[in-house]
């Protein structure tokens, strides 16, 4: 069976991409930008590329299809995004039909049909009729806000919860809705498959859960540890909550408005036929929210620093770089010596060999950890050449040794958020490069005010420390060491 799928650099359809690969389904993408999926897909997924509005593109990537997923949507295109969703659900379920697709599966939004409905809303119902006018086998799933880590929904309810001790809470945080976890959304939609030919279908999927918007922060809040006061008042209108919006998260700013003009109306599940029809019981709020956050951690575990860097052109700002809700610090040193001895010198950091710089400080700042509670710098290193996965170093816990490449220490001093020291070796061209990476995840402004206040002392520390590293490496060797951010 060969299935299209459009949307696949987003995000649902991003998660939707490995879940059908992993049941074996032969995949076709069809994306405006390849490159972005550039490693994502597995042998046997065929990529293409083109617009999912161009008739042509289209009449190609439809050909030889059985299931088509259409999970494009222009909100962040520009302000007309009505009319080119309209155009291009248009054009796409006319390619489907004259390619002789079986099914289109569909994913959009919940919301009571009337026309107190906003423009997202509307436009995405508009989507799923124009695709059911098609006269193909169409199943449409609409679903509230998707939890978890990459969701622009959830992205903007963690933003706002993080960065607000107080927040003054316009009425549509009070709107009921009932959020689902993206991993049971991307079961629907891939059980859609398999699901018994009857004719165009809607489902209303949900979690089991009826909460506020208020109520998806205070969960986010409650498991982060932070304690937040959120006072309701009934005068921020949509407009100048999407103001005020662009004020607090900038990065939110193109979609803030139309993104909340749609918080106004109610997105809960009013029929029960996807319980019916699906063997899927959506997981809980709590459940949602705890995976999101264990999804994040992973990924952030998996990612190698030293491939996200170009390292002829590294930013060098105050409070080094944001990525997602972690706060980043990296340098680098090319070094003229094999992989093997790079990573020794790594590797032998901490206990009584020191921290390579400023071996005060870290002793300042081990005692002030023992003062409040936390482990300090007395527990040293069982030996001092080599470390192995799970033991201590002084006040980090050793999360990954995998020599001569990688070594992740995990912080376990006491402050306002989690923290983690990076190394990694990288051959280049009979050299190496030594990549150092310092990443904090702020809990809340706390965990922003500590990591900025204390970056002078990080970028005196970390620049000594991986100097010290290098110097090192390279002892009694003839070639030179040079050091950069």
């Known amino acids: 069976m060969r299935i299209l799928l459009t949307g ?109 409905l906003s423009a997202h809303l509307r436009s995405r119902h508009e989507v799923g009729a124009i695709l059911r006018a098609s006269g193909l086998d169409v199943v449409e799933f609409r679903a509230s806000i998707v939890i978890g880590a990459g969701s622009f929904s959830f992205d903007l309810v963690r933003t706002l919860v993080e960065r607000l001790p107080v927040m003054i809470c316009p009425a549509w945080l009070a709107t009921p809705t009932q959020p689902i976890a993206i991993a049971d959304v991307v079961a629907y939609l891939a059980a859609a498959i398999d699901l018994p030919s009857a004719g ?61 003009d749609g918080l106004k109306n109610p997105t809960v599940v009013t029929s029960d036929a996807a319980i019916h029809d699906f063997a899927i019981r959506p997981r809980s709020l709590s459940a949602a929210v705890h995976e999101a956050m264990l999804q994040e951690d992973t990924a952030f575990a998996g990612k190698r620093w030293a491939d996200l860097t170009d390292l002829e052109d590294l930013p060098h700002r105050y409070g080094g770089k944001a990525e997602g809700t972690r706060l980043v610090d990296h340098r680098h040193a090319v ?24 071996d005060w400080l870290w002793q300042l700042r081990g005692w002030m950890d023992r003062m409040i509670g936390g482990p300090g710098m007395a527990r040293g290193r069982r030996d001092p050449e080599r470390l192995e996965a799970g033991e201590t170093l002084d006040c980090w816990q050793v999360d990954v040794c995998d020599r001569p490449r990688r070594l ?19 051959p280049r061209d009979g050299d190496v490069t030594i990549h150092q990476t310092a990443i904090f995840d702020p809990r809340g402004v ?33 070639h030179s060491t040079s050091a950069g951010r």
Request: proline fraction near 5%; charge should be positive.
């Open 335 to 358: 070094v003229a010596v094999s992989p093997d001895r790079a990573f020794a010198a790594i590797e032998r950091i901490g206990g009584a060999n020191g921290w390579y710089a400023c």
């Open 8 to 116: 696949a650099t987003g995000y649902v359809g991003g998660v939707l991409l490995k879940e059908l690969e992993s049941r074996g389904h032969a995949v076709r993408c069809l994306a405006r930008r390849p490159g972005k999926l550039d490693g994502l897909t597995g042998p046997s997924t065929e990529v293409v590329a083109g617009d999912a509005a161009d008739p042509e593109v289209l009449a190609r990537a439809c050909d030889g299809v059985d299931v088509a997923y259409w999970l494009v949507h222009s909100m962040e295109s520009g302000v007309d995004f009505e009319r080119s969703d309209r155009l291009a659900a248009e054009r796409f379920a006319a390619a489907a039909r004259a390619a002789g697709v079986r099914r289109i599966i569909y994913l959009g939004g919940l919301g009571a049909e009337d026309d107190r």
């Open 446 to 478: 706390g965990g922003l005010a500590y990591w900025y206040a204390i970056w002078p002392l990080h970028e005196l520390v970390f620049r000594l420390m991986l100097a010290g590293i290098a110097r090192s490496a390279v002892r009694g060797h003839p």
């Open 200 to 260: 165009p279908r809607i489902f209303e999927i949900g979690g089991p859960d009826r909460v506020s918007y208020g109520a998806i922060m205070q969960e986010y809040a409650r498991q982060r540890g932070l304690w937040r006061l959120m006072i309701p008042v009934p005068v921020l209108t949509p407009r100048l909550s999407s103001l005020w919006l662009k004020l607090v998260t900038p990065k939110y700013s193109k979609v803030g408005r139309k993104l909340i």
């Open 408 to 426: 992740r220490l995990a912080a376990e001093m006491k402050m306002p958020g989690r923290g983690w020291l990076e190394f990694e070796v990288v």
